[in-house]
C-alpha cells in the first residue's frame, strides 16, 4: 500500500468515525493526521479529494450539487498550496538572509569596535546605532604615544552590506596610516585618494577627523563633507557650527582638505555627529540643530556618556523609536 492509499485508509476511518460520534478526541487526530499527511508529501488538494471520495462511499445519494461544491474547493486549495508553498520558500529565504545579516553584522561590530579612551582633563562620550542591522555610520578612537587622542567618523549615503563594506574599507586604510594621525588634512588627503579607486562613484564617504592635544588643550580638525559638528563655549555659553569644508571623499583625487583648530578651555565641549542625528524626523519635519544644541545644554551637568545617551533617548522618543537613519553622536569635554 502506497502513501497515499495509506492516507486515504486512515482519513477514511477518521472521517467515518466522526461522523458517527462527532466527539473531541477525533478532531484532536485530526491535527495529528495533518501533520501526518506533511510528512507523507500529501498536499492539501489531495486531502480535499479525499474528502470528497470518501462521503461519496459513505453516502451514495449525496446531492449533487454538494458534490459539485468540492470540485470549488479542491481548485481554490491546489492555488492555495501553490501561493502557500511559495510563501514557504520566501520565508525561508527571508531567514536564511535575516542569518546571514545578524552574522554580517555581528562581524562589522567586531572590525569596527572602538574602546573611548580615558584621558585626564577630557571627557569623552560616544553613542552609534544603526537604523538596520549594518551600520553605514563609522568612528574610531585612536591615542597615541604622545597622549594625543584621535577620533574620526565617517557617513555612507546608502545603508546595508555596501555602506558596511565600504566602512571596513575605511577602517583598514586608516589603520595603514598610524604616522599621519597627527595631521588631520594629511589622513582625509590619503582616504581620499582610497576611495576614489576603490568605491563606485555612486557612493558618497563623508568623514570628519581631528586630534586633540592634551598639552596644548587644542583641537585641530578636517572635514570632508562631512555634517557640522558643534564647539561650545564655556565661557561666553555660546555655541558655534564646526567649519565644513573639502568635498566629500572619492570625489576629486587631487583634493587638498584645510585644517582648524580650536582653544578648549575648561567646560568648552566639540560635538560631532552623524546626519542621522540632525535629520531626525518628528511629525513636524526634520529637527532643527538649535533644538540639538538646546538638548545639549539640557543634560551639560552630565558627563559626556550621560549626555550622548540622554540625547539619544530623546530624539529615539521622537521618532517613535524608529530611526530613519544610523545615528553617531559624540562628545569631548573638556
Known sequence: MDNQQMMFSKYEELLTGYLRDSNEQLLYKGQKFSRQSIENDITPEEIVAIHKSVLQDLYPEIPKKVVESFDLLLEVMIGYGLVYREHQLLRNKQEEIKSEMEIAANVQQTLLGTDIPKVDGLDIGAISVPARQMNGDYF???????????????DVIGKGIPAALCMSMIKYAMDSLPESRNHPSYVLENLNRVVEQNVDITMFITMVYGIYMPCSNEFTYASAGHEPGFYYS????????????????????????KEHTI?????????????????????????????????????????????????YKELERLQDFQLKDDFTFIILKR
Do not use: C, P
Open 140 to 154: 574610531h578612537f585612536v591615542e597615541d604615544e604622545t597622549g594625543a587622542i584621535s577620533v574620526a567618523v565617517a
Open 263 to 311: 582653544k578648549m578651555e575648561k567646560g568648552d565641549m566639540i560635538v560631532l555627529l552623524s546626519d542621522g542625528v540632525t535629520e531626525s524626523r518628528t511629525e513636524d519635519g526634520f529637527i532643527e540643530r538649535e533644538e540639538i544644541t538646546e538638548l545639549i545644554i539640557k543634560y551639560h551637568q552630565l558627563s559626556a556618556q550621560e549626555i550622548v545617551d540622554n540625547i
Open 234 to 257: 564655556s565661557h561666553e555659553e555660546k555655541f558655534y557650527d564646526l567649519t565644513q569644508s573639502g568635498l566629500v571623499l572619492g570625489v576629486d583625487k587631487a583634493i587638498k582638505y
